[in-house]
């Protein structure tokens, strides 16, 4: 009974709201004066897109707050209403925790950007150059270079030097072994982003061989790396996936993910995000601004937005 004399007088309201949105020319409802919440991860480009997009969306008077998140558990974040979006989905690393929270309800695709991925172990050119591996990048090569690979704590062993745990757990520990590797090389963990580029930098001047962990888009696209090239991916041939654990990475793509409630909350910031559309030269340079010409992540965003006005004032129109 109270429903039914309701409904009149909110289709009344409705309709009074249409026609005076049609008169003054007005589209749709503002965005919230909620914060629009943006994780920041452990790797540069992530940290300085992050504040490129907080500025963007406070161009367009949005409220914008940053929170240090887990780059797995962001999924079930983002799911919750915790975060609002996530600006860099690697397809390797992160395409089964956004896909599993997707399945769950919560978090919804809000676009793929041009540039492609790829997430991988690799080597700097000069190790190729000086021919510390014969045979790379094909992985095969492996078999037989162990000896210039070794480290103080690789126990005689060849090294590895993978990214911090957080990002893919076990599964390079795990492809030694499918790969028949694992009595000539071990896997380190490095504690962040830096010690990878810390190694790259000491292993040049001590003139050693070094297998990193490393990935494209990135700074040292600009740098001469090579990634080595493993058995093809394929859905599933992964450890964690049930599959025997003999493939290297996918050729990824790298996505946008957003809380389902962000185009209804912040319909011209979700818009805005849903342009956002970043090249491999834009998420390299990115990165650049930070490992290369050491600034600060903030100082990096401004830079770009300032001197990039041309790519995104159009996404925020
Ligand atoms: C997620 N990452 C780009 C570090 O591989």
């Known amino acids: 009974m109270k429903l039914r004399s309701f409904k009149p007088l909110g289709a009344v309201l409705a309709a009074g709201l249409i026609s005076l949105s049609a008169a003054t020319g007005v589209a ?42 887990d780059s797995q558990a962001v999924y079930e974040s983002i799911r919750n209403g915790d975060v609002t979006i996530s600006h860099e989905v690697w397809q390797s690393t992160f395409g089964k925790s956004f896909y599993n929270a997707m399945q769950k309800g919560g978090v919804i695709d809000a676009g793929t950007h041009s540039a492609t991925t790829l997430e991988e172990m690799g080597v700097p050119n000069w190790v190729i150059e000086q021919n510390l591996c014969p045979g790379l990048p094909n992985w095969e090569a492996l078999a037989d270079c162990h000896e210039n690979f070794t480290t103080a704590d690789s126990g005689g062993k060849g090294r590895w030097l993978e990214g911090p745990q957080s990002w893919h757990g076990d599964l390079m520990p795990e ?30 001047k001590e003139g050693r061989g070094t297998i990193v962990f490393n990935w494209t888009p990135n700074f040292t696209d600009a740098d001469g790396f090579t990634f080595i090239e493993f058995p093809e991916y394929y859905e599933g041939c992964r450890k964690s996936d049930g599959g025997d654990g003999k493939c290297g990475s996918p050729k990824g793509w790298l996505k946008k993910a957003a809380n389902y409630k962000f185009p209804r ?10 342009r ?6 834009q998420i390299g340079e990115m990165a650049a601004l930070v490992d290369t010409d050491k600034m600060d992540h903030k100082d990096a965003a401004k830079k770009w937005l300032a001197d990039n006005e041309g790519v995104w004032q159009p996404w925020v129109k």
């Open 265 to 274: 909350t912040h319909p011209a910031a979700y818009t805005a995000f849903s």
């Open 28 to 69: 749709r409802a503002a965005d919230s004066t909620q914060p629009i919440v943006i994780p920041i991860h452990n790797w540069s480009s992530q940290i300085v897109m992050a504040y490129v997009l907080g500025g963007m969306f406070e161009s367009m008077g949005n409220n914008v707050e940053y929170v240090p998140a």
């Open 175 to 204: 492809r030694l072994e499918a790969l028949g590797l694992a009595d000539k090389w071990t896997v380190k963990f490095a504690g962040g982003a830096d010690a990878l580029w810390t190694e790259l930098a000491s292993a040049k």
């Open 276 to 281: 956002v559309d970043f090249s491999t030269k």
